[in-house]
């Protein structure tokens, strides 16, 4: 018999879920950066850098903790791997809420199950927005050399950088309703943006973020369509994945529209290795 239990104290939560998160570092990294913050204090019970209150949800049986489900953007929850029955349970819990939120992202098959079934008791209309593929990396292989250096983001990128993120949700069709330019603010300040400059001016960006006990993870990489092509991202990733190897990190994780071969291959040219695939669901 398996029952979801909804947690109010983020730092509490943190502390039990990430003990589970961690038997799957790569595939939860995104789970365990958020998991981590919150076992820290870095996450007020009542909103997440103003947003709206944190969904924290596990799904417990006889033998413990069975799925993990946080939400803490708005309206994308991020769901663990877990039982058939655990994800029915979910599912059922979650329409009868009702849950308003747009996307689920998860590692399959698990996600898909949460998906269909949520879609079949709610009476929402599921449909799998993007698929994707979690990376690693413990080195770098270096690409072809081309013009320009990376170099941290600085209050004077945020206007192009606010663009860039712009651009990157258009991408990837999860625009939401955050101002870019807070959005860019907050992400420089932080120290988490780097450029590559070449010309006077960026012409990509990459950052990272969710840092997990023995790896981080890599985010943000864009390039304006004008300027794709060059192996300005490819010299950028490299460049920021080896800084933060050098820093300390065992790994460097990433994920990867599975629908854009190009980046894929990119990234495994770099040292980038598969680990596993997920899929974004998005409701109606």
């Known amino acids: 018999m398996r029952r979801v239990i909804e947690h109010a104290d983020p730092q509490a939560f943190g502390h039990l879920a990430l003990p589970v998160l961690l038997a799957a570092e790569a595939e939860n990294c995104v789970q365990i950066g958020l998991a981590h913050r919150m076992a ?18 596990t799904v417990e049986g006889d033998g413990g903790i069975d799925l993990i489900a946080v939400q803490t953007l708005r309206r994308t929850m991020i769901v663990s791997r877990g039982s058939t029955a655990g994800v029915q349970c979910l599912a059922d819990w979650l329409a009868a809420r009702p849950w308003e939120g747009a996307w689920i992202v998860g590692v399959c098959p698990s996600v898909g199950e949460l998906a269909r079934a949520y879609g079949e008791a709610s009476g929402r209309v599921a449909r799998v927005g993007m698929r994707q593929r979690t990376f690693q ?15 941290p983001a600085t209050p004077a990128d945020r206007g192009t950088l606010a663009a860039f993120m712009h651009g990157f949700e258009v991408e990837l069709a999860m625009v939401d309703d955050e101002d870019p330019l807070a959005r860019a603010d907050r992400s420089i300040a932080a120290g988490r943006l ?27 990489v864009y390039t304006p369509p004008d300027r794709r092509g060059r192996g300005y991202a490819s010299n ?34 770099l040292g980038y290795q598969p680990v596993c695939d997920g899929e974004r669901w998005t409701f109606g």
């Open 40 to 57: 820290a204090g870095g996450y007020a019970p009542e909103s997440v850098d103003g947003l709206d209150r944190p969904l924290l949800l």
């Open 236 to 269: 950028l990733v490299a460049a920021l994945t080896r800084r933060l190897l050098a820093g300390g990190r065992r790994f460097c994780f990433l994920h990867t529209d599975l629908a854009n071969p190009i980046s894929n291959g990119i990234y495994q040219r």
């Open 194 to 220: 780097f450029v590559w400059e070449d010309g006077g001016g960026p012409v990509a960006m990459a950052g990272w973020a969710g840092p997990t006990p023995h790896g981080v993870r890599v985010n943000w």
């Open 137 to 151: 990396a413990s080195a770098v292989v270096p690409p072809r050399a081309v013009p320009g250096t990376m170099r």
